[in-house]
């Protein structure tokens, strides 16, 4: 008779789980996919919108946006006194 009180024990608590498991996991389900995606796409624009070209100063070596890079010829420097010293 303990053994039957035990397992019907076991069953509810199974049958609690899982009903605990699909209630979390219909409820969680469509928030981990919003979290999942906001970040990716708020990412992926402020890379698309900041995306600039990285020249590098080739006096020291210093990566500079390339709309403030300074263009001498072909050499490209991040600062005027850089590609003067050149
Ligand atoms: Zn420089």
């Known amino acids: 008779m ?4 035990w397992l019907i024990l076991a069953v509810l608590v199974i049958f609690a789980l899982r ?3 699909q209630t979390f996991s219909s409820s969680a ?3 981990p996919d919003n979290q999942a995606a906001a970040p990716q796409q708020t990412q992926a624009s402020s890379t698309d919108s900041s995306a600039e070209t990285m020249l590098c100063c080739q006096y020291c070596q210093l990566y ?9 010829g072909e050499k490209v420097f991040c600062c005027a006194a ?3 010293q050149v």
Do not use: T, Y
């Open 64 to 72: 500079i946006p390339a709309s403030e890079a300074v263009l001498r």
């Open 2 to 5: 303990r053994f039957l009180m």
């Open 29 to 31: 389900q469509p928030m």
């Open 19 to 21: 009903k605990k498991a």
């Open 82 to 84: 850089h590609a003067d």
